[in-house]
C-alpha cells in the first residue's frame, strides 16, 4: 500500500480481512457482513478510526472479517467494552454486534444501559431467535413452543421484541433490518451511523441450522410486498402489492389496524404517515407480528439528544480550562504542615 | 492521678490511645477525624481506625450501631491503632458495651449520663446500670451529662432541640482537645467554612466546642480528668497532610498517569469499601482523568478493558464480592494481553461477608481465582502512604508489561489516616509507555525480546489494524488458532512474561532485624504496623526475630526463598485462614508457623508479640 490510496474512495472489497469467514455456509450472517461492508464504504469509513466490538455467539465472530480495528470479547459484554473504548476516545466510530442471546439474554442488563445512556454507537442486534452457537437451544426471542434440546417439549416462557426492549431502556433511534434485504439494509444502517448516540438495530439473521426459516412468513421475497412495511418518515405507512394497504389508527381501540384503501370507505388520507420522532407511534410499530400484520421495518424510532460520551467530555473539557492539572498543589489542598 | 490544679499540671505520656463511640448518628467519625487533624498539624505520629457498622442509619441506643473511632497518637513512632485504648470516650450504654472489652485495665471512661436512661440501658442488654454498680471499678469514670451541658451551652442559638443536642459530639471534642492541650482554632475554621451558608450551626457548633474546653479549665480538682501532653514525632523535615489508604491510591494511580504520560479511565460499580476511591477518582476531572460508574461490576471492568484497548490505562476498583465478578473478564485482559489496574479493597468474606470489618482473604482469588492458566501481577499495599507508591507501581508494570495488575488494599487501611511526607511529582522517576506505530511486521501478539509484552497499537493509528479477543490466539500472527502446540506456547509465554517481572522489581527486604535470625514473622497487607511493633519490643526483650513484609505478592521477590531458608523459624501472620502461608508452602516448601486472625479486627501488637514469646521458645 502506497500513501495514495487513502484519497481512493474505498470498496466494500476494502473491508474484507484476510481471514476465512467461519459461519455455515447459507447463514444469514454472510449477507450481513456484505451489508455492513458496503456501508462501511457508502458511508466513506476510515478503516484506522473505526472499532467493531463483539461479545460472544455466532454473530460475534464478526470483527474478524471486517478490515477495521476489533475486538472480540466475552458473553453479553460487548455493550460495556465498546462503551469504555468510546470514552476513551469519542473520535473513534464504534460498532457493535451482537445477538439475541448475547444482547438480550446473558448482556441484557448491558444493553439496557448502553441505551439508556444514549452511548455514540450503532448496536446490531443479529436476532434468529435461537442459540446457535451451542447447538440450538431456544432464547430469549425465541416463539413460545419452541421445541430445542433444553426445551424438548416446547419452551414455556414468552419471548421479548428486541425493539420494544430498546424503546423501553429509552433508545434514541430503533430500527429493523432482514439479512437478505441487501437494497435496504444499508441504507438503515448509515441512517444508524448518522444518529449521534446509541443507534439499535434489529436485524432478523435467518439461522439455516438450528432454526431455518422461522422469519419465512415475512420475509419471502415473493411475498414481502404484503408482509412488511418500510417505514420511512413523512410517508404514509402502505404496504401490498398494490400498494392499496395500509395501517390506520382506531381510535375506539386504541391500536393499530390493516387497512384496504378503497374497501369500507378508506381512502389515502386515512393511513397513518410514519413520524420517527413519535415514540407512542413506534411502540405500537414494533409490536406488530406476523401474519396478522406486515412487520415493519426501516428505522421506526429516531430522536437526537446528546450523547453519553458527549457529555462526559464536555464535563472534562469545562473542568480542565476552568481547573488546575497541578498535581503537587492538588496533594496539597486542605490542611498541611511542615517539619523544620 | 488528682492533683491541686489540673489546668496547669500536665502528666507526659509517649503515647496514648484514645476511642470515641457512639451511635451512628452521634458524628463520631466527625469527631475522631477533627481530632486527628489537629494531632497532626501539632506534629505527633498517629494512626487512626474507623470501626463502623455498615447500616446507614441503624436504630438509635442498639449496639449493632456502635460506630467508633480510634486513633493512637505519640512523641514515638506509631504504627497501628492501639492495642488498647487508654482513654474511651462512651456517648450511650450501647457504645460503652461494645468498647469496654478492649479497654486497657485502668484506663479513663467518659460517658454521657444523661444517655444512660433506662431505655437507652434496655437496648444496649444492660439490666443494671452499670454507672451505678461496681462493674466498672477496674477503670476511672468521669460520668458528664454532656447532652445537658451542652444543650446549655447553645440555648442562645434558637436551635431546635434536636439540632442542639447535634453539637454534643463538639462539646466532646472540646473537652478531649483541653484533655490533650491541642489548639481548637484548627476546629473553628474548620466549622466556620463547613457551616458558612447556615451561620447559626456554625455558632452553636463553635461554642459547644468552647464549653467543652472550659468545663476541662474549670473542672473541680475532685474530678478523673487529667492533663496531659503528648510531645511531637521525631519526623524527616518536609512538608505532612495526614491521608487515609483509599486516597492515597486515588493521588498514587493519577500521579502514575501523570509519570507515565498515559490517560485514565476508572470503570467501578459503587461497593465498600472502595467506593471512597470512585469518588477520589471522579474528582480529577481537570487532569482528564475519566469515570465511569457502571452498571454492575462487570461492566465497570469490561468498560476498563475497552479504554485500555483504545489506548488509555483502563482501571476498576472493587472489594472481595465484586471482584468474584469481575474474574471472567479479567481472563479476556490476560488473554488479550491488556493493561489495566484492579483494586481489591478487600473485606471480610465469603459472599456479603462483613462489609465495613478488614480481612485478608482475597489472596487466593487474586493470585488464583481465575479459569484457564492465568497469572497476573498481583501488589498489596502495607498502609495508607504505601498505597500512593503501589498506585504508581500499578500503573507501570501493567503498561510496560501489558498485564492485568491486581493491587490489594483492606478496610483498615482505605479508612484509616496517618501522616504522610508529600512527594515532589517533579522527583519522582518517570516512565515510558509505549505505543507501536510502525506497521514493518506488525502483528498484535508481536512481542518485546525483553519484557514479552505485545505490542500495544490504538485504534486510530493508520496500518495498525488488527482484531483481537479471547480466543487462543498464534504466536506467530495474532489470528485465531487451535493448534495444540501453539496453545501450549502461549500458555507457556503468558506465564514466562509475568514470572519475568521479578527482575523488574524491587529484591525482598528485611524490614527490621537481619537475615538469618532465629525467627522471623513474614506478613503482608494491613498487619504491617501490628508486626513491626510486635517485632521491635520482641527484639527488645532480647529474642532474635525479624520482620519480612512482602508487597510483591505476585511475581515474589525473585530472593524471597533464600531469604526465607536464612530464618530457623517462620510466623507468617495475616488476617485469614493461613492463605499466604499455603503460597509460600506450595512455592518453597516452606514449614512456617501460621498465625491467623479473622475477627473483623486488625492484629493487636501484643496477639503477634504472644506467638513470637511461644514460637522462639520463651513461652509455651
Not at chain 1, 453479553?76 to 451482537?98: C, E, F, I, M, Q
Request: hydrophobic content about 40%; some cysteine; overall charge negative.
Amino acid at each position: 500500500m502506497n500513501e495514495q490510496t487513502d484519497v481512493k474512495k474505498l470498496t466494500f472489497k476494502d473491508f474484507e480481512t484476510d481471514q476465512e469467514v467461519r459461519w455455515c455456509p447459507g447463514c444469514g450472517d454472510y449477507a450481513i457482513l456484505k451489508a455492513v461492508q458496503m456501508t462501511l464504504a457508502n458511508i466513506g469509513a476510515t478503516p484506522e478510526n473505526t472499532v467493531f466490538v463483539s461479545g460472544i455467539g455466532c454473530s460475534s465472530r464478526f470483527p474478524y472479517y471486517v478490515e477495521t480495528y476489533g475486538f472480540h470479547t466475552i458473553h453479553g459484554r460487548a455493550p460495556a467494552v465498546a462503551t469504555g473504548v468510546k470514552l476513551a476516545n469519542p473520535d473513534l466510530d464504534v460498532w457493535l454486534v451482537t445477538g439475541d442471546g448475547d444482547g438480550l439474554s446473558i448482556g441484557g442488563n448491558h444493553m439496557l444501559h448502553v441505551l439508556r445512556r444514549n452511548v455514540n454507537m450503532q448496536i446490531m442486534l443479529f436476532n434468529n431467535e435461537i442459540y446457535g452457537l451451542t447447538k440450538g437451544q431456544y432464547s430469549p426471542t425465541s416463539k413460545l413452543g419452541t421445541r430445542s434440546p433444553s426445551t424438548p417439549f416446547g419452551s414455556v416462557d414468552l419471548p421479548l421484541s428486541p425493539c420494544a426492549f430498546a424503546l423501553g431502556a429509552g433508545a434514541r433511534f430503533v430500527a429493523r433490518g432482514i439479512d437478505t434485504g441487501l437494497k435496504e439494509l444499508p441504507l438503515i444502517l448509515a441512517r444508524a451511523k448518522d444518529h449521534v448516540g446509541a443507534s439499535f438495530v434489529e436485524i432478523f439473521q435467518n439461522c439455516i441450522v438450528f432454526n431455518d426459516k422461522t422469519f419465512e412468513g415475512f420475509t419471502l421475497k415473493k411475498e414481502a410486498a404484503n408482509t412488511q412495511i418500510y417505514a420511512e418518515h413523512g410517508k404514509p405507512l402502505i404496504y401490498g402489492k398494490d400498494r392499496n394497504k395500509g395501517l390506520i389508527f382506531n381510535r375506539d381501540k386504541f391500536a393499530l389496524e390493516t387497512a384496504v384503501i378503497g374497501e369500507n370507505g378508506v381512502t389515502e388520507k386515512d393511513i397513518l404517515v410514519h413520524d420517527e420522532t413519535n415514540k407512542i407511534l413506534a411502540q405500537m410499530l414494533v409490536e406488530l407480528k406476523s401474519p396478522e400484520f406486515p412487520v415493519v421495518c426501516g428505522v421506526i424510532y429516531c430522536v437526537q439528544e446528546e450523547s453519553y460520551d458527549q457529555a462526559v467530555h464536555k464535563q472534562i473539557e469545562h473542568a480542565k480550562k476552568n481547573g488546575n492539572d497541578d498535581f503537587n498543589a492538588l496533594i496539597r489542598k486542605g490542611r498541611t504542615w511542615t517539619v523544620e | 492521678m488528682n492533683v491541686q490544679n489540673p489546668a496547669q499540671d500536665f502528666d507526659e505520656l509517649d503515647s496514648v490511645c484514645v476511642r470515641f463511640a457512639g451511635d451512628s448518628g452521634d458524628g463520631m467519625q466527625l469527631t475522631g477525624t477533627q481530632f486527628s487533624v489537629v494531632t497532626a498539624l501539632e506534629g505527633s505520629d498517629l494512626s487512626t481506625f474507623p470501626d463502623f457498622p455498615a447500616e446507614i442509619r441503624a436504630p438509635v441506643g442498639t449496639t449493632f450501631g456502635v460506630s467508633a473511632f480510634q486513633i493512637n497518637f505519640g512523641s514515638v513512632e506509631v504504627s497501628t491503632a492501639g492495642d488498647e485504648p487508654d482513654v474511651l470516650v462512651a456517648m450511650n450504654p450501647a457504645a460503652l458495651k461494645v468498647s469496654l472489652p478492649g479497654l486497657r485495665k485502668g484506663g479513663l471512661i467518659i460517658v454521657d449520663e444523661g444517655a444512660f436512661n433506662k431505655r437507652n440501658l434496655d437496648k444496649a442488654g444492660y439490666f443494671d446500670n452499670p454507672l451505678e454498680n461496681d462493674s466498672l471499678s477496674d477503670y476511672q469514670i468521669q460520668k458528664l451529662d454532656i447532652t445537658k451541658l451542652t444543650l446549655e451551652s447553645v440555648k442562645d442559638f434558637g436551635l431546635g432541640n434536636k439540632d442542639a443536642v447535634r453539637s454534643k459530639n463538639m462539646w466532646t471534642l472540646g473537652l478531649v482537645l483541653w484533655m490533650f492541650d491541642r489548639p481548637r482554632k484548627p476546629i473553628t475554621d474548620w466549622l466556620e467554612e463547613k457551616f458558612k451558608k447556615i451561620p447559626d450551626v456554625a455558632k452553636a457548633n463553635i461554642a459547644a466546642l468552647n464549653a467543652g474546653h472550659a468545663y476541662g479549665e474549670t473542672v473541680e480538682a475532685s474530678s478523673n480528668l487529667q492533663r496531659y501532653h503528648v510531645g511531637k514525632h521525631k519526623e524527616e523535615p518536609g512538608e505532612y497532610r495526614t491521608v487515609n489508604g483509599n486516597q492515597a491510591l486515588a493521588w498514587g494511580l493519577l500521579a502514575g498517569s501523570k509519570l507515565g504520560e498515559i490517560p485514565l479511565m476508572l470503570g467501578s460499580y459503587p461497593i465498600t469499601p472502595a467506593s471512597s476511591l470512585l469518588h477520589a477518582l471522579s474528582s480529577f476531572k481537570e487532569f482528564g482523568v475519566i469515570t465511569f460508574q457502571a452498571e454492575d461490576e462487570i461492566a465497570a471492568i469490561c468498560s476498563a478493558i475497552g479504554a485500555s484497548f483504545a489506548g488509555s490505562l483502563g482501571i476498576t476498583s472493587s472489594s472481595g464480592p465484586g471482584i468474584a465478578l469481575k474474574t471472567e473478564a479479567i481472563g479476556l485482559a490476560i488473554s488479550t494481553e491488556l493493561p489495566v489496574v484492579i483494586i481489591d479493597i478487600q473485606r471480610a468474606g465469603p459472599s456479603t461477608g462483613m462489609p465495613t470489618k478488614t480481612e485478608q482473604s482475597d489472596l487466593y482469588q487474586a493470585v488464583c481465582g481465575r479459569n484457564g492458566d492465568a497469572p497476573v501481577v498481583v501488589l498489596a499495599t502495607s498502609n495508607p502512604q504505601d498505597c500512593f507508591d503501589v498506585g504508581i507501581e500499578a500503573v507501570r508494570l501493567a503498561t510496560k508489561y501489558m498485564t492485568p495488575v491486581m493491587v490489594l488494599s483492606d478496610g483498615y487501611i482505605a479508612n484509616a489516616s496517618e501522616p504522610w511526607k508529600l512527594p515532589d511529582i517533579n522527583k519522582l522517576e518517570k516512565f515510558q509507555v509505549n505505543f507501536c506505530t510502525n506497521p514493518e511486521g506488525f502483528h498484535p501478539f508481536k512481542r518485546d525480546p525483553l519484557t514479552l509484552a505485545r505490542a500495544w497499537a490504538k485504534p486510530g493509528t493508520p496500518g495498525m489494524l488488527h482484531r483481537i479477543g479471547g480466543i487462543e490466539k498464534s504466536y506467530d500472527t495474532g489470528h485465531i488458532s487451535y493448534d495444540p502446540a501453539n496453545h501450549q506456547k502461549m500458555t507457556d509465554i503468558r506465564a514466562e512474561k509475568i514470572a519475568n517481572i521479578a527482575n523488574d522489581i524491587a529484591e525482598q527486604s528485611v524490614s527490621l532485624g537481619n537475615e538469618g535470625s532465629k525467627l522471623a514473622v513474614v506478613g503482608w497487607g494491613s498487619t504491617r504496623g501490628a508486626i513491626h511493633q510486635a517485632v521491635k519490643r520482641a527484639r527488645g526483650e532480647g529474642i532474635d526475630v525479624s520482620h519480612v513484609h512482602i508487597g510483591n505478592i505476585w511475581p515474589l521477590p525473585r530472593n524471597l526463598e533464600t531469604l526465607l531458608k536464612s530464618f530457623d523459624k517462620v510466623i507468617i501472620a495475616e488476617m485469614n485462614n493461613g492463605q499466604m502461608n499455603h503460597l509460600l508452602r506450595a512455592e518453597y516448601l516452606l514449614d512456617a508457623y501460621s498465625l491467623t486472625k479473622v475477627t473483623g479486627q486488625p492484629f493487636k501488637i501484643s496477639e503477634i508479640l504472644e506467638c513470637i514469646r511461644v514460637q522462639a521458645g520463651e513461652r509455651s
